[in-house]
């Protein structure tokens, strides 16, 4: 039960800083389309989960509810892309390049694909 309350407050404080940091990156281009505010999102958050579970590997550092707290929650408020860099980066570089490969294809087509379904279903359901 401490680690869900723990997943909700850092997810609480993850969505908070994605509108936040988001909302500032997006101002400073505000002539542009791209999303700047989510790379610079995606790209924060993936650095992030890099240097923690480097630190989690090399030196045992946080403890499981730690873990919980930024990983899951805080990190997963911030960005789910975080997940996905770091679940390829790991299979990679434990040999499965065939897997981050593939989890890289089907994540990108798939979601892809998925958004635009959603689109044209929302499209036919509510004209």
């Known amino acids: 039960m401490l680690r869900l309350l723990l997943v909700g407050l850092g997810g ?3 969505s908070i800083l ?11 281009a505000p002539r ?3 999303p700047v ?7 924060l958050g993936c650095f992030a989960i890099g240097l923690l579970a480097q630190l989690v590997e090399a030196r045992g550092y946080l403890r499981p509810e730690t873990r919980a707290l930024l990983f ?12 996905f860099a770091h679940e390829t980066v790991t299979a990679a ?8 490969l593939l989890n890289v294809a089907a994540t990108v087509i798939l979601s892809l694909g998925a958004a635009w379904t959603g689109r044209i279903v929302a499209h036919v359901l509510w004209r």
Not at 37 to 43: A, D, I, K, P, Y
Not at 72 to 83: D, P
Request: net charge positive; hydrophobic share 50%.
């Open 12 to 14: 609480f404080f993850g």
């Open 18 to 28: 994605r509108y936040w940091i988001g909302g500032l990156a997006q101002g400073s």
């Open 32 to 34: 542009t389309a791209f």
């Open 37 to 43: 505010g989510t790379l610079v999102v995606n790209v």
């Open 72 to 83: 899951i929650g805080l990190l997963g408020g911030f960005t789910t892309f975080s997940a």
């Open 93 to 100: 570089k434990d040999g499965a390049g065939g897997m981050a």
